[in-house]
């Protein structure tokens, strides 16, 4: 389909540009570098996945890695897109007609938009018809949409992992008015572990994987038999995961508890410090929930590994992620599942950041 | 022979079995036809019901019908394993249209006596209780398949697959007439559904012009298949049609269309009881049909009227950046009690008017009021200079309506001149705009003002600020302040936390500072329940240069 015109160090260079025009918060450099491109004949598909999407990722990273702040993340992104929307209507940007209709959607409370976006934008590249229904998509408007447009197949993408039961749900509302599901996006795991699980129709790990899946057609749905239950879920009739998220507060406030109580250093905390610790711990519950809900001990541990990367880049010792844990594992003692993950989550600490005793920072 | 007497004691087991099984003499009329078959396959003697085997005569060989059952004699015959008890298995065979089971029992002399058990009328019984079971589980996927669709294509191309693949060799699902037009959606037996728009007349298929107006079917023997016109047969049916039944898809009070199917000459046509149960399924595809063509009509109707109610895609104008994001309370609705619109100046000196506001409650009707309001501030444009006066007419409008809503609202002129956005802004009842500084400091505006739709008399406090490039001016509604959550549940999001928030946003694109405070408050409700949210943002651009990319673009949000 795409025939690359440009060699790796064109892409490298345009990489590059891209990249100190998107964190130099300069708009317009950033639409020329991509519009310059696109004149010169680089594909648009190529200036999407091999300069815009790698640019992006870089920007995660950097800002994982501490050197980039929140603000300056969000000022790259919501560049990224301008310039993806300008691609858009470059006169390169013409597609053939195809005749399929795909929706592109990200699941409910999902804002990462990018990864989305550019497949919807190469799907329109490559022929389709998009329905593109952007970021945080409520389950009924997806639905509604699917009743009235009658769309091929769903592409439904997620890039945190804790969206996973909500991708569920509306992987299986879509399933139910006979439409298939594409899953992508990180939430599912690097090898679509988590849309095998979840009961997605196909998975793919980029755009052109997508591409050439919902290409290859992928079958619709058995609606005669009814609705089917996904395997692989039965661990849920021990109710942990529905316990765990249902007394999230509580268990936040426990921990919190335990954490003031054993470490006096938490006494000298400003109230946005607390909170924030708070708000660490309701997000080591919240990947816990869904790793229950999965039932994957390394969605746990990955969680807390980068946790620990993130924390470590921001200079809080990683360590500090312990005593939470272990409050956590003494008020979730009655739950096997629960304690197996955060124990091994437990053990991954130790292993790579051997314990003294220190104050919980969180990343305040 | 074997003697009647025979039931004293015997040497061998055999014997004795033979003697004591077949004494027929003393037990009258068997309630069976029995023959017995000598090996050279002739009917040694035949007795019982013998009314059952016309043309069967004692000493003659068995006539061609019951060929099978000569076969099954020699087998018996030669059938070493079964020598002795017990007796060779019952074989089953048709004669005259009645269906047997014979059983055998074998005499010393080789041949066998047949005992024929009429089954005809069980085996009529079980194939009708496989048929029906079989129609049972047709129509209860039927169902599902129709059921989870409320899309008018999808279900005619499900209805043309399952009934090409059930009750025949090709189905045409014939919807009711869009102008001149018909929209049929043909399959043949094991194919996908293929949808056109023919331009033909109903009444050229005899009965097609009735059902599409809801009158009962044409029974299919009336109906001579030679007279269909060619677009009526799918591609890829192959050969002539033998048989056709044209049947009415009945929808909920009115006619959904027609399905008519069709047997290839090598088959039977449709009996009666075939002809009925094609309707039990038509019925079942009509009223699915129905409900999606009402979906289809309902959701174009709420789509038009929704139209002017859903908040508009923000964009440049007159050099000033707008960013707008809205979320209504209930994730069926699109629409809330929060609106926002910017309202271009004429000319790029003359100020723009941004409006940012929230009826009281919640859902449509809420919307409705926001319609209003929306459009009496259009048509106050030509004031827009003097905010309290658009108030105080705005107010009167709503007092001298029949609904009993108030609103709170926030306006904003909004003019660029060099580098710098300069902002009259007044609240009404309404949470104070903020301005995001360059250095992160964030600056509640201190205008205020009452609330419109309550009081006889209104006021309003204006003020004025400047906007630095880079710099953007939020307005917002209650929905971000007063969410409910947070990591230890039940707690107020409030405008420290807002304030606190923002000053992180120093120096962020409009569009990015929106996202952001959608996140934040998502992120704080995490699954909780949540009021409407509105957000707009005015940011002074960072540079001069004319944009390459000035937001005419689309928008991110199409939901």
Known sequence: MTTTTVDATGLDTLRGDLWAAVTGRDEFRAADVVLRALDAGTPAETVLLDVIAPVQSRVGRAWQA????????????????????????????????????????????????????????????????????????????????????????????SSIATRLPTAHTAITACQAVGVPVLAGGAAFGVDGRYARLLGADAWAPDARAAARRLADGIPAPDLAAGRRETDGLAHLADQEYTLVVRSRARLVGAVLAYLEKNFPAMAEYSAPQRERTAEDIAHIVEFLGVALYTDSDDLFTDFVRWTAAVLTARKVPARSLRPALDALGVELKDFPRATRMLGRACGHLDEAVPTTDQHPGASA | MVSPEGKTTTPTKNTRVTKERFAPASWGRPPHAVIVVDPAGTAARVDGETSLLPGVEQGMPLPDGLAWLARATAEAAADAVHRGDPEPPAVAG????????????????????????????????????????????????????????????????????????????????????????????????????AQALIAADPSTVPGLAEALKGFPPVPSRWIDPTSLPDWLVPDGFGTTVGSVVVTPLPGHGVPAGALILLRTDTRRGFSENEETFARLFAARSGAALSAARLYAEQHSITRTLMRDLLPPRLHRVHGVEFAGSYRSSDARDRVGGDFYDVHPGRTASEPSLVVLGDVCGKGLDAAVLTGKIRNTLQALMPMAGDHERVLQLLNGALLNSDNTRFATLVLASVRR??????????????????????????????????????????????????????????????????????????????????KRALAECGGMPGEALVEHVRMLASQWLRDGGHDDLAVVAITAPQTTHLSAVDGHTRGRYTS
């Open chain 2, 94 to 193: 048709e004669f005259r249209g009645r269906r047997f089971e014979a059983h055998p029992t074998r005499c010393a002399d080789g041949s066998v006596v047949w005992w024929l058990v009429d089954h005809t009328a069980r085996y009529a019984a079980e194939e009708a209780l496989t048929a029906e079971r079989e129609r049972t589980t047709f129509l209860a996927e039927a169902s599902n398949v129709l059921l989870s669709s409320l899309n008018a294509e999808r279900c005619m191309a499900a209805t043309a697959r399952l009934a090409s693949g059930f009750l025949a060799d090709a189905a045409v699902v014939v919807a009711p007439a869009e102008g001149r037009q018909l929209p049929v959606t043909r399959a043949v037996r094991g194919g996908e559904a």
């Open chain 1, 66 to 157: 501490d050197r980039l702040t929140v603000a300056q993340e969000h000022a790259a992104t919501a560049i990224a897109e301008r310039v993806v929307a300008a691609l858009a209507h470059h006169s390169a940007h013409r597609p053939e007609p195809y005749g399929g209709r795909i929706t592109v959607a990200c699941v409910d409370q999902e804002w990462h938009v990018l990864p989305a976006r550019l497949l919807a934008e190469v799907l329109t590249l490559r022929g389709w018809k998009v329905d593109f229904l952007g970021a945080q998509v409520p389950t009924p408007h997806l639905v509604a949409h699917l009743h009235s447009t009658g769309a091929d197949a769903v592409a439904l993408s």
């Open chain 2, 417 to 498: 001149a060099e580098n710098q956005v300069h902002l009259r802004l007044t609240s009404a009842g309404h949470p104070a705009p903020l301005v995001v500084r360059n250095d992160g400091r964030v600056e509640e505006i201190p205008t205020h003002g009452s609330l419109v739709g309550a009081l006889e008399q209104i006021t309003a406090h204006t003020v004025g600020t400047t906007l630095l490039p880079g710099e953007t001016c939020l307005l917002y509604t209650d929905g971000i302040t007063e969410a409910r959550g947070g990591p230890l549940g039940g707690e107020l999001f409030g405008d420290e936390r807002l």
